[in-house]
């Protein structure tokens, strides 16, 4: 037996599960399982993204100047409150790893995002999950779960599988009510397709304690090219910045993102596109009695009667060549979440769901 041995807790954690991509013995298949945009980046990002093959021997900068520039004009932030990391998972590690550690608690809520109780168990910190009501964040109910010990809150709004948010008068109840020895994160992965919120940028403005993480990977398109950003007070960002790499993020990463957040235009139609399709979807679905809430982001949780009849319906959609996401592990064993697609996807998966609702 080896003497080498893995820090308390490491072997505790369940590996992360991906939204499948393949189906055996099926060339041609339809991803709607990883909440990609269907139409991809930016013309520019791509032409940008080319470009950096001449520099390739070339270090890439440490301090993401140009990048963090970019992001402050199109969104009207501070770029020295900017920190960008290789997703926005590894700007959520920098903030986990930097804040928190063995003995300290982290909160996050019971739909939330399975990289919330990996990413504290790697530091060593206590996962501690609270309840929704209803598919919702419940405000008092994270409030209540509050100790002396905790140090992060993560909260994802909009909500991933659900689709839910928090009204701004929530938000900021909630942020009101954090202590100010603990970090709020609003995970804004999904802030783009939820018209008129701003990710939580005022609520940074406002207070000591608030953080928001932000990613290239949905609605810019460029879930390959592992590109995320947090904004956060100074002090914060000078925390993370001692934990990040130098060299974290390759020219090429970074002359992409900077491409296509510049490129506001492409971002408007993809946008547009969701929000059309999405309610056509939601609508569709009602229409053959599949439960499905409002969503305010790029996909919609599809709600079966039992666990065997979303499973029968997962296989029944693998069949025609469609691959969703079973989320069991999110909560809901009789879900599956299906990523807004273009018009022709959206019309295949409704048809290929009608037909096995038709079927039984
Ligand atoms: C997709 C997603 C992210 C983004 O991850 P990246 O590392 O930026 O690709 C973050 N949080 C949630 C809830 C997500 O669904």
Same mark, same amino acid.
């Given at each position: ?15 992360? $599960?991906?939204? !499948? ?19 991809? &980046? +930016? ?13 390739? *021997?070339?270090? &890439? ?40 550690? &063995?003995?300290? !608690? ?42 002396? $010990? ?54 940074? !403005?406002? *207070? ?26 100074? /002090? ?13 993020? =390759?020219?090429?990463?970074? /002359? ?8 506001? !235009? ?30 305010? +982001? ?6 079966? =009667? =039992? ?43 409704? *048809?290929?769901?009608?037909?096995? $609702?038709?079927?039984?």
């Amino acid at each position: 037996m080896s003497k080498i041995k893995p820090q308390p807790g490491i072997m505790d954690i369940a590996l992360y $599960k991906s939204g !499948e991509a393949k189906i055996a013995g099926k060339s041609e298949v339809l991803k709607l399982s990883a909440n990609e945009n269907p139409y991809g &980046p +930016s013309d520019l990002a791509k032409e940008a993204f080319a470009r950096t093959s001449a520099s390739l *021997h070339r270090y &890439p900068a440490t301090d993401h100047a140009g990048l963090r520039a970019a992001i402050a004009e199109t969104y009207g932030v501070d770029g020295d409150k900017i920190i960008c990391g290789v997703g926005s998972d590894e700007v959520l590690q920098f903030i986990t790893q930097s804040f928190a550690g &063995p003995g300290d !608690e982290a909160i996050y809520t019971e739909h939330g995002f399975s990289m919330y109780p990996i990413l504290a168990m790697a530091a060593g910190v206590k996962p501690i999950c609270v309840a929704e009501t209803d598919r919702r964040v419940d405000v008092d109910a994270v409030l209540a779960a509050i100790t002396a $010990k905790t140090r992060i809150v993560f909260i994802t709004n909009p909500g991933n599988p659900t689709g839910t948010v928090l009204s701004k008068v929530e938000l900021t109840r909630l942020a009101k009510g954090i202590p100010e020895s603990a970090l709020l994160v609003l995970d804004g992965a999904y802030v783009e397709f939820d018209e008129g919120f701003d990710g939580g940028i005022s609520l940074v !403005e406002a *207070h000591t304690n608030v953080v928001m993480t932000r990613t290239f990977s949905k609605a810019y398109g460029l879930g390959g090219l592992r590109i995320g950003w947090g904004y956060a007070p100074r /002090e914060i960002i000078d925390v993370l910045n001692r934990v990040r790499q130098p060299f974290n993020l =390759s020219p090429t990463q970074l /002359e992409t993102a900077e491409a296509a957040v510049m490129d506001q !235009e492409w971002l408007r139609k993809c946008v547009d596109s969701n929000t059309k399709n999405r309610e056509w979807l939601v609508n569709a679905l009602r229409d053959i009695d599949v439960e499905v809430d409002n969503s305010r +982001s790029n996909f919609v949780l599809a709600r079966f =009667s =039992s666990e065997d009849e979303a499973a029968n319906c997962d296989a029944a959609l693998r069949e025609d060549g469609i691959i969703v996401r079973r989320v069991g592990g999110y909560g809901f064993p009789n879900g599956l979440r299906i990523t807004v697609g273009d018009e022709s996807a959206c019309r295949r998966v409704v *048809h290929s769901i009608g037909q096995f $609702k038709g079927d039984r």
